[in-house]
Every structure is written in C-alpha cells, then in structure tokens.
C-alpha cells in the first residue's frame, strides 16, 4: 500500500502516540450523589426495568452518534486502558496492540473481528499487516454501512453483517479471532463457544476483551451492584455480564485452551474517570438536562452510564479501594490445539 494512503488512513483515528492530555480525576461526587442524580433525572426503576429485555439494536442505533463524539469520529466503541494511570486516546490503541502482537506470533494469514461494529479496529490493524485478511462480523447493518464507508479501499479488509452465533463457513480457519466488548451480549456461552472453535484454525489464538462480573458479585455493598446493574443495562447488556470463569469453562468445553486472563481493571480507571467527570457536566448543568426529553432515550442513557462506571470497578468510596468493586475489565486468551 502506499506510504500516502497508509498516513491518510491513521490520521482518520485518534493519534496512537498521543501524549498524555488529562491525569486521572478523582469523583465529581460520591456514589450516593451519583445514584441520586440518576434518579432524579431518569428515574433508577424504570431503567432497571430494561433487565432482561432486548434493547440491542435500539441502544446501538441510537448511540453510534454519541460514540463518534466521546471516542472519535470514525466511532471506537470500546474503553480505553491507560497503564500508566493518564487519560489519553492512546488508550483506545491498548486492545489492538495485543491484537497485533497475537497476529505475529502466530503468523495469521486470516484474522475475524466478531462485533467489529464500525470499523475502528480492523481500520487500525489491517494498514499494518497488509499480507493479512481482515474480516470484520457484525449483527447492526448501519455499522456494516459505516466500517465499509470508513474503510474506503483498503484491500486488505472486508466488512460483513453477520452473527457470531452462525459464524459461515466461509469464514473458518482464521489463525486469530477476537471480540472487544461484544460477547457480554452472548445468552449462550457454549453455543458461541463452539462457533468461535469451528471457526479456529488450528493453532490459532482467541482474544477477548469485556466486562466481568466478579464472583463474589452479590456480596459487593448494595449501592456497587446498583451502580454496576446501571452500567449494564445503559449499555444493553441487559443480562449482565457473565463471569470470565464462565467463559474460561465455555471454551474448555469447546476444545480451545485458555492461556491465561488477566484483570486489566486499574488500567481502565484513568478513562473510565474521564467520562465520569464528563457525563458530571450533564448531571449538574440544566442547560444539557434541558436537551433530555429530546434526545434518543438509549443515547441519553450513555451519560448514565459514564457517570457510574468507575464506582462499579472501584468501589463506592471518593478513593480507589475503599470498597470492593463488583466488575472487572479483563482480557482472556486461548488457543486451539494443533
């Protein structure tokens, strides 16, 4: 590819050199101010009321506006991770890097993105490994529009609307398949499982980013749950998210071997706090209230849960580990015997 289109297409994402432009914040106020902000303006019962409903593809339709605002403007839809503790876009880059690296250790020839909604990772990946095809899966034909929109012709790359519940034929035998916040969705975890094994070449490497509920879930403060069952369902994860054990369980059964997971949760304070202090404006602002009854309902939605997901990770406490979380944000990496 030429050196000219390949500057174009990274320009068309957030600098994955960036430096660090916002240190991590503490709370724009407690957990029980924040609970109370959100059932003053939205009301906490009749959003949990959305526990166990299919709001999918709604919340998605609805909110690609507000990913292309807060993430970038060809629409990263996933949370960046800061290891040094400093909000920067960089972070977005953290998960792709990873991806990168299983690519070259595996020497891929054929990578699938399940949920690859938008573009933003393969776009990241694909200009870098140019002897590699990328495919990009996803369920929303509006976000199959915007990645093959977003991905001009890169040849390299190919966008599909599809399911990882019934991943084609035509799709096996890829030497990397990964998934970025997209397999909270999954109802049945052995049915997808087996999709992603069947789809596996042998060798090949599985990498999963998402949220997680921590095993001792139910025994996190009241208040924490609250805070987490908010963020699930403001994102449409209305089920909750499973615990990685689940999933670790799902793909032994399914053939693959877990090579380790690994807790990346201090990694997403710095962000998660960002679009806290952020979502803060809108909570203590009648002027950005006022736009409320205007808006798409699950865009709205968003502000919620950007304003209480650092307490669903850290606690209820102004403080990093005054109390226990009930979430983590992990990553998970398996592989498929030869």
């Given at each position: 590819m030429p050196q000219k289109k390949r500057a174009a297409l990274r320009?068309?994402?957030?600098?994955?050199?960036?430096?660090?432009?916002?240190?991590?914040t503490p709370f724009a106020m407690s957990l029980t101010e924040?609970?109370?902000?959100?059932?003053?303006?939205?009301?906490?019962?009749?959003?949990?009321?959305?526990?166990?409903?299919?709001?999918?593809?709604p919340y998605y339709l609805q909110s690609e506006p507000g990913y292309k605002?807060?993430?970038?403007?060809?629409?990263?839809?996933?949370?960046?991770?800061?290891?040094d503790g400093v909000y920067a876009t960089?972070?977005?880059?953290?998960?792709?890097?990873?991806?990168?690296?299983?690519?070259?250790?595996?020497?891929?020839?054929?990578?699938?993105?399940?949920?690859?909604?938008?573009?933003?990772?393969?776009?990241?990946?694909?200009?870098?490994?140019?002897?590699?095809?990328?495919?990009?899966?996803?369920?929303?034909?509006?976000?199959?529009?915007a990645a093959r929109k977003n991905a001009g012709h890169v040849p390299n790359l190919r966008f599909l609307q599809g399911s990882y519940f019934d991943i084609s034929p035509d799709l096996h035998n890829a030497d990397v398949i990964f998934a970025l916040e997209t397999l909270c969705y999954a109802n049945d975890l052995d049915a997808v499982a087996r999709q992603i094994a069947a789809a596996m070449a042998p060798g090949g490497r599985?990498?999963?980013?998402?949220?997680?509920?921590?095993?001792?879930?139910?025994?996190?403060?009241?208040?924490?749950?609250?805070?987490?069952?908010?963020?699930?369902?403001?994102?449409?994860v209305t089920g909750g998210f499973h615990m990685?054990?689940?999933w670790e369980a799902a793909l032994a059964r399914a053939g693959l071997v877990v090579l380790h997971s690994d807790d990346l949760s201090d990694q997403s304070i710095a962000g998660l706090r960002y679009l806290h202090n952020r979502a803060a404006r809108f909570f203590h602002s009648w002027k950005y209230r006022l736009l409320r009854p205007f808006l798409p309902k699950y865009l709205i939605r968003n502000a919620v849960a950007a304003l209480v997901g650092p307490y669903m990770i850290e606690g209820a406490g102004p403080n990093s580990g005054d109390t226990?979380?009930?979430?983590?944000?992990?990553?998970?990496?398996?592989?498929k015997p030869r």
């Open positions: 320009a068309a994402t957030p600098d994955r050199f960036a430096m660090p432009h916002a240190r991590t924040a609970l109370g902000h959100v059932d003053r303006v939205f009301g906490i019962d009749q959003i949990l009321a959305d526990e166990g409903q299919d709001i999918l593809k605002r807060v993430h970038s403007e060809k629409g990263c839809m996933h949370m960046a991770l800061n290891p960089d972070g977005y880059f953290t998960q792709i890097r990873n991806v990168a690296y299983q690519i070259r250790q595996v020497q891929a020839a054929r990578v699938l993105e399940l949920g690859s909604g938008m573009g933003f990772n393969t776009l990241s990946l694909a200009p870098d490994h140019p002897d590699v095809q990328f495919t990009g899966l996803d369920l929303m034909a509006h976000h199959v529009k599985f990498v999963m980013y998402d949220g997680f509920r921590r095993a001792d879930f139910v025994t996190a403060p009241e208040d924490v749950q609250t805070a987490a069952r908010l963020f699930e369902v403001t994102t449409a990685i054990e689940a226990m979380g009930a979430i983590t944000y992990s990553v998970l990496v398996a592989e």
